[in-house]
């Protein structure tokens, strides 16, 4: 089970509107376990609305009932059988930071696997491949919907979930997430780790990669001890990377620990925080920037950033340290 982050987290999203939007089968299915996200939500100080569409027949009253008594702070809106559900909750009037669409499946790329963030440009890139994807076969001229909504900006952020236990608590409290976030207009902040709070997020981020052999383990205690050395990077106020500063030299510094939340690899979040780095260290007065890596992708970051993978003997020592692990070097 995920670890949640509920004191970090709350703070981007206490006092916030959500819309919470599914279906009637959806929602009797999963009925239990959605009631008690919603008042998860509640308790955090979350606004919510909850849309749905269960119609009036006798033997979902009980459903009506529940709702009433258990979610008081919710508004509930009910979606008559003859509306479109998803027009309706995309165009509703009221201002909204989060609509989390409840789905039997999250959105899937065309090789099957999850797609954990993405913006609008990139779901019109292989629009063809989200759409037939999800769970839902009438979702793919939905995409087309969100996408407009996001890109007017009616609409921040746009999750789509599959429902069930504890699906939207790890979504917005954890930070693998459940499902998939659809945005564009990311808020990316960079700065020291200001809190204990903070460094067990980073030893969270961290230890996701523990199975990987290219990442030296850094451990809570000793991000604590170094928390002037550990930068994060922040989307919407949630950390989401971090980086630590390895001195060499009084004009080298080095890069370690470069790590990036799983769900958004692949967004220029690494991009974001080396480039945030390099700026922050040549404030400092660093020239020369190094690291070592064997991971593929880095390496790819690297070359991209205009490192260079060299050898060189003015970094014998520290080479030593690493035997095998290539050196990218960027001279400011």
Excluded: W
Excluded at 39 to 68: C, M, P, Y
Excluded at 182 to 200: D, G, K, L, P, V
């Amino acid at each position: 089970m995920p670890k949640l982050y509920v004191e970090e987290y709350t703070k981007s999203l206490s006092g916030k509107h959500v819309f919470i939007a599914c279906r009637e089968g959806i929602l009797r299915d999963h009925f239990s376990g959605i009631i008690a996200d919603i008042k998860f939500l509640n308790r955090q100080g979350v606004k919510t609305t909850l849309f749905h569409n269960i119609s009036n027949r006798f033997s979902n009253q009980k459903h009506f009932r529940e709702i009433a008594q258990r979610l008081p702070e919710t508004r509930v809106v009910k979606v008559l059988p003859e509306i479109n559900f998803y027009h309706h909750v995309l165009s509703f009037q009221d201002p909204v930071y989060k609509i989390i669409f409840l789905e039997r499946k999250y959105l899937i790329d065309q090789k099957g696997s999850k797609i954990n963030a993405i913006t609008t440009q990139r779901i019109r890139q292989a629009f063809s491949g989200y759409g037939d994807l999800i769970g839902n076969v009438n979702f793919k001229s939905i995409l087309e919907m969100i996408c407009h909504k996001i890109d007017q900006g009616s609409i921040d952020r746009v999750h789509i979930l599959p429902a069930g236990r504890h699906t939207i608590k790890h979504e917005l409290f954890s930070i693998e997430g459940s499902g998939t976030l659809i945005a564009n207009n990311y808020e990316e902040a960079f700065h020291e780790i200001s809190s204990e709070h903070e460094a067990r997020i980073v030893a969270g981020i961290l230890s996701m990669y523990r199975r990987e052999p290219f990442l030296k383990p850094r451990n809570l205690q000793y991000i604590i001890e170094n928390t002037s050395h550990f930068y994060v990077s922040k989307i919407d106020g949630i950390i989401v990377g971090c980086v630590e500063q390895i001195d060499i030299d009084l004009d080298t510094v080095e890069i370690g620990a470069l790590a990036i939340s799983a769900r958004f690899r692949n967004q220029r979040v690494g991009k974001f925080t080396v480039n945030a780095f390099l700026r922050q260290m040549s404030k400092k007065g660093y020239k020369h920037f190094i690291s070592f890596t064997n991971n593929p992708q880095l390496q790819r970051l690297y070359r991209d950033l205009g490192f260079e993978k060299q050898q060189t003997q003015d970094y014998q020592a520290r080479q030593a340290q690493s035997p095998g692990v290539a050196m990218f070097l960027k001279h400011v």
